[in-house]
């Protein structure tokens, strides 16, 4: 594949949608036809697919009784005609309204077209008729009509119906379907059934007037529509040009996917407006087939399901050259770029690792938690959830028994951070020294390094980190304690933990479904806001801004950081993390998640985040992803699950999943990296 494919949107099933919003003039079709056309080629330009209008876009919806004058009825279809004819040579998916007179019923309609082609037509099914609504004196609703197919503009047998979905053959993930204003209004919204028939993208076509407030009803109910629908929704409002007899408009778009918003307009726009939205097909696919409520709702309604008709045909897809994702996609998807957001996120994420911490510690009998301090990020984190569990069960800190366990290649610098920490904190604090004991070890199996020679291989390093879980484990037998274990998300993703006897093992995890990059904010947030008081932030600060490290190599560094760095080994955690994610939570093809990073990381600063750390390195490569994407398939995928499949409870944090055997993954023990690992190759250098 070549560069400019793969950095093709297209490529890995995303779609780019216009939710367009013309200025226009009630009345006046052929303006609003040309407005149309202009808009559409516009939106060529930006290389959408799919393209959507306003609901009675060619006629304006503040008609009224002009919509029973045959001249206005005749120029809406000429401007139609206007616009297919001009369509042949424009390769969008337009949906526009207008209204059409069928056997001498009026329908308020939206036409579905594409290069000159009309591939079907929706007519409203709700018609409101209440407070400043009056539609029922104009238009019938969609089950009025007699027919299923209608003769348009010299053209036969066009689908006519309220239950039409359009699916494109070339992009079968592509299937929508269409629904009018006030049809999203309803109880049970058409679109409901039509995303249980296999819809996963919905249009609405509307006008929706303006008054205080009803903007964030829209917003509830477009988000709300769409995540119940595990389907991206698009609403196009009508806008300036609209009568301000008795209302007013502020052309509101919308797309949303899956509940979460992907674009809006700018309300009360002078001009008109185009809004663009990158829609990722695969993440409503996946979701559907991970939520089997949604299949069993399939087959509750599967009688009603089958009186839908599927409208195929065949798209233009601007998939051969380079289209990068306008999309914003989060550097840190685990962790909320909003401020307030961010600060939400982060009480809660507390409050579910001190709540199931204080009902494992009240049920287990223990007097004593029991923990071990390395001065960096995960113990850390752990100690200031055992000190706030101790706070909330009103029990001195100094139940809390925190260990520094010194060994072969600890620096002064962690060495003296985790002795602040404890101290700060108003734990009680022990020092064990851990070389003799690993001595004797390496004495008792015969390793080189006992006689003097500096082999520090994996039993060098592991004998450490199974001296200092050993440890931790008789003390905990010693005073009634329970052993709270340290190690996060990303860890058990990378298999980046001593297995048993080590950082793998603990009487419970508190961090276990937490990534690195959230510990990381998670700290931060606690300092900046003085969560455990100013004495301790200064702590928390330096641990910040440690290098991370297991620090079981010993070496010579002058800059008094840690030797021996993980992110040399396993990769940098802020790429990993974001790998992780897709993959755990949505399970996307490993050359997606490489589109998908590439996109947020090659060149872009980030934006809204003045008070966490900064990434060390602000670009990655296609290169440098695609070489971390590797080491993560197979550790992920080939070398670590062993380890998962027997971790300790743990609670689950976030949305983003655990690694738990009894939550969100289970896989086996030996099975192989071999597929994911080939999907490299469709990775261009």
Known sequence: MSQKQFLNLYT??????????????????????RETIRLLRQAQENNALLAAFPE????AYSCDDLFHQQALLDGCLAGLATILDESKSIPIIGIVGLPLRID???????????????LGITPKTYLPNYREFYELRQFSPADHSLRDTIDLLGQSDIPFGNKLLFQVENQPLLTFTIEVCEDVWVPIPPS?????????????????NI???????RRQLVSNQSGRCLAAYLYSAAG????????????????????????????????????????????????????NSFGQSIQRFRDSLQSFRTISFAADLPSAEKIPLERRYERFPFVPSDPARRDERCREVYEIQVQALVKRFR?????????????????????????????????????ILAYTMPGFATSQRTLEQARRLIRTVGCTYREIDIRPSCHQMLKDIGHPFHEGQPVYDVTFENVQAGERTSHLFRLANQYGGIVVGTSDLSEMALGWCTYGVGDHMAHYHVNASVPKTLIQYLIRWTALTDQLGSEVSPVLNDILETEISPELVPGDDTSGQPVQRTEDIVGPYELQDFTLYYTLRLGYLPAKVAFMAWSAWHDKKIPGWPDIPEPKQHEYTLHDIKKWLKVFLWRFFKTSQFKRTCVPNSPKVGSGGSLSPR?????????????????????PD
Not at 12 to 33: C, G, M, Q, W
Not at 266 to 287: P, W
Not at 368 to 376: D, H, L, P, R
């Open 12 to 33: 890995h099933n995303f779609i780019r949608t216009a939710v367009i919003l013309p200025k226009l003039k009630v009345a006046d079709p052929e303006f609003n036809s």
């Open 56 to 59: 009675l876009g060619l006629s």
């Open 104 to 118: 001498s019923l009026l329908f308020n309609c939206a036409v579905v077209f594409y290069r000159g082609k009309v």
């Open 192 to 208: 409901s059934y039509a995303a249980l028939a296999g819809a996963t993208v919905i249009v609405n076509l509307s006008a929706s």
């Open 211 to 217: 008054t205080v407030g009803k903007a964030d009803y």
């Open 240 to 291: 300036l040009g609209e009568s301000s007899t008795d209302l007013a408009w502020d052309g509101h778009g919308m797309i949303y996917e899956n509940g979460s918003q992907v674009a809006e307009s700018k309300r009360f726009c002078y001009e008109d407006q185009i809004v663009y939205g990158d829609l990722d097909l695969d993440r409503l696919v996946q979701e559907r087939m991970r939520q």
């Open 363 to 399: 049920s287990s009998g223990a007097d004593k938690m029991v923990i071990g301090i390395s001065g960096g990020l995960d113990s850390t984190q752990a100690l200031i959830v055992c000190a706030r569990a101790m706070d909330v069960m009103g029990l001195s800190r100094f139940h």
């Open 663 to 683: 939550g969100d993954w289970r896989a086996p023990s030996d099975g192989e990296a071999t597929a994911f690992v080939a999907e490299l190759d469709r990775i």
